[in-house]
């Protein structure tokens, strides 16, 4: 029977390539929800001493074939290898990236084993109902993305594009086994004779590494204006890339072109110049942590995943950041940068308006976006910033990196709390979540990866939940001695009754998102990549609707669960009338009976 999720370690010179702890903790997520292991494959000569590695990146076990034969990749020792490996063990799952290695090796281990291939993967999911790989990948020249599974054959087999996923954070002191296995190879394996191995030194960086990047598009106007990115991005220590639309025209090398038919990334920082925003190059780097884009047309779809927008002439505003990058270098600390409008910068959120939606963004991915006191402070105050806003109509909160929206409470700050402490760091955390629950805005949670503890505390207290088919939830606070604490317990039972807020909360078992979904704790569940899409239009929809109304209708229903029934209808009748007395009530049924479309105001 196949069992376990394995992943192809890439090597090179005896150095793991990044590729491969993306997939192992790829491989992490699946195998969780498999209730088995991940199984890392490794091949190479003299490299045993880097299986540890891939342990502590998230690997069970690490299966290690050190031969002098597998000193430099070529293709028959390395594929004879492996097929040994998985006709020996029947994995369920194994995964390669799409290099040049990742892409010679994997057709020919499928072919070998007899089963399916989907290769340059943009994404990995497992079908709720079938446990099946759900495989995406684009299609018809990147225009269509199309969800492969491989039924009736063993194992199911993916390339994935390096940067797509991310690795786990390293942890020393995870526990794995490393297991020696002999393959018989000699030199009638070797098909080819290498003679000489020349290093061809890099020109071009591989920017699915990079920290920041600064990416031009058509909008740029020519590949003379590419020095001015070139600029931007040495001042603040990134690279450059470019859309399809510049490298096909030439201004750009392919090896620099972000999205479905180039390379996909997620840097801390991404410029996007002069791009208008095509969902193939969304595709490519909408996992980046902050997005901020400048382009002269203010209906462009960058703005749909920008963190901040800029409407303007990108060879007037690209100059004046240019200057002032360069002199908060200078100057340091002491730096006073020009009035920021609505951005506001925290320690460890980000915020931001546009177009009437707010964004706030926990940013520790690092924590994956745990909770600690300063943190909870900081929402707090953005929730007090909002409630005063009244150009902001819906408040959107999500989580930075890709594998968390928030994953609880900072446990290394409450492990030392005594009983007043942890009073109040629970009064904190319920007073801010509050805070949210109570704004008159419509608050969304992007749900992006796990939501456990504090985090789906959070989620409850907005008003709707989009979450990604990766995303996990839960309260697993019985694990540690205590119980929820930031109102799980109460918010809990509300959403989905009392039988399964028990469950979740005794067992502290994570829950998948379809199964959030079937019982009610979310609102909808949507791909990865169409997640930020998904929020965005809900927003927009709400929008385009009479606001006030929908605030007196999130008042009654919010204030009416704690109140019988005849009560709650009283409530609903004093929201119902407070209606008449704006000019939305009037306007929304003029353009009902006149058969045109309302134009809103109040709020």
Known sequence: MSKNVYVFAEQRDGVIQSVAYELVGEAANLAEDLKQKVVAVLLGDQITDQAEDLIAHGADEVVVIDHPTLAEYMTEPYAKALTQVVR?????????????????????????????????????????????????????????????????????????????MQPMEKDTARKGIVRKVECDLSAKDQTVEILEVIRQKKKIADITQAKYIVSGGRGMGGKENFAMLRELAGAIGGEVAASRGAVDLGWMEKDLQVGQTGKTVRPELYFACGISGAIQHVAGMENSQVVIAVNKNDTAPIFDVADLGVVGDIHVILPKLIEAVKAAKVAGIAYVAPDAGDVVGMKNVLYNVQNGIAWLTINRPKSLNALNKQTLIEIGAVADKVREDASVKVLVVRGAGGRAFVAGADITEMQDMNEEEGRAIAALGQSTFNKLASLPQIVIAAVNGYALGGGNELAMACDIRIASNRAKFGQPEVNLGVIPGFGGTQRLSRLVGKGYAKEIIFTADMISAEEAYRIGLVNKVVAPEALMRTVQNIAMKLMSKGMFAIKQAKQAINNGVVIDLDQGLDLEADKWTECFATYDQKEGMAAFVEKRKPSFKDF
């Open 88 to 164: 020996d063990e029947e994995p369920e799952i194994v995964l390669f990236g799409a290099t040049s290695i990742g892409r010679d090796l994997a057709p020919r281990i499928s072919a070998r084993v007899k089963t399916g291939l989907t290769a340059d993967c943009t994404a990995l999911a497992l079908d709720p109902q079938s446990k099946l790989l759900r495989m995406t990948r684009p299609a018809f020249g990147g225009n269509l993305m199309a969800v492969i599974l491989c039924k009736n054959h063993r194992p199911q087999m993916a390339t994935v594009r390096p940067g797509v």
